[in-house]
């Protein structure tokens, strides 16, 4: 990876990922693109503004700024496909797929992230193994198997150096997800600063896997600088780092606040994703093939996000 383009770099994953590339890359190396302009990505380092619907538009980027690395992190999250399936498929599908073939054209290797939304009721729930049953119920879900499948067919038929990881639901404190079913464990730490407290509408004891953002941005970089020979699998990685409840996470803030309050108003939509999600992912072949290894759990996260979220929302008050 010496040249990088990110397509939709403005999202959760990109409003980080693009300073952590240009921390370790170079800042005139990683070139941030976006639908729409975006604060912040064009002070260090180029900034473009490309749909990435638009693959003339994709492959003169990648020509002029001489790219040889498409991070391709273009996508509608679980729930808000479920209100708009057609523009779901449209978006995730499509931009992969103008990645894969400005990629094959243009010689490059692509990164794009899975998740835990590729399983669905019919995997094995827990310690969901690498390699298994993948049945989603959810046009994100669709979208990431076909994804993946797709990924693996460029490598397989075209010799693209395609990689990709089964990412949990994403904790962080830049930039919020947006439309996602793990989106409350962003949420409540928001909210228990504010007010003290917060309404989850996810239920109160369904586990799902969750990763901290320092953890995921290691994550792309170890898959993506791994020897390309000791990777038996491509598209895509299970990895996993902590997996908990609402009323765990709720019981983790408490012992740092202890008036906080958590209540429930489910929205059916969240749950039934949530329900068919794995409880936790199998991470094994991630560890043995590229060294995964979590570094943040549910306490030291709790601890960072509570710190940064409180700075983060005084700074916006004055
Ligand atoms: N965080 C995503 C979502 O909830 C899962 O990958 O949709």
Request: hydrophobic share 40%.
């Amino acid at each position: 990876m010496k040249k990088i383009l990110i397509v939709g770099a403005g999202g959760q994953i990109g409003s980080e990922l693009v300073p952590y590339l240009r921390s370790i890359y170079g800042n005139d190396n990683v070139v941030a693109t976006d639908v729409r302009e975006c604060k912040g990505l064009a002070d260090d380092g180029p900034f473009e503004v490309l749909d990435a619907l638009n693959p003339t538009n994709m492959a003169s980027a990648v020509a002029r700024h001489n790219i040889d690395t498409i991070f391709n992190l273009v996508a509608l999250l679980s729930a808000v496909g479920e209100r708009n399936p057609q523009m779901a498929w449209n978006i995730n599908m499509n931009a992969l797929f103008n990645s894969l073939e400005v990629a094959r054209q243009h010689h490059c290797a692509v990164f794009t992230p899975s998740s835990i939304g590729a399983f669905g009721p019919t995997s094995p729930k827990d310690m969901t193994p690498q390699d298994t049953i993948m049945q989603p119920t959810t046009i994100y879900g669709i979208c990431k198997v076909t994804g993946e499948l797709l990924s693996n067919y460029y490598h397989q038929k075209y010799g693209i150096d395609t990689r990709s990881i089964r990412f949990p639901g994403i904790i962080s404190n830049k930039t919020l997800p947006g439309g996602g079913t793990t989106d409350y464990a962003v949420e409540i730490y928001y909210e228990a600063i504010r007010n003290g407290r917060y309404t989850c509408a996810v239920p109160h004891d369904v586990y799902m896997d969750m990763i901290y953002m320092p953890d995921a941005l290691r994550s792309i970089v170890e898959l993506m600088e791994a020897d390309p020979f000791k990777l038996k699998h491509r598209n895509s990685f299970n990895v996993a780092s902590m997996s908990f409840t609402p009323d765990i996470l709720a019981a983790e803030i408490r012992k740092r606040m202890p008036n906080f309050e958590m209540s429930y108003d489910i929205d059916p939509v969240k749950e039934s994703i949530a329900n068919s999600w794995p409880n936790q992912l199998d991470d094994s072949c991630a560890r043995e093939e590229w060294g995964w290894k979590p570094q943040w759990d549910i306490s030291s996260m709790t601890d960072d996000m509570l710190a940064a979220v409180a700075k983060k929302l005084e700074v916006e008050k004055k």
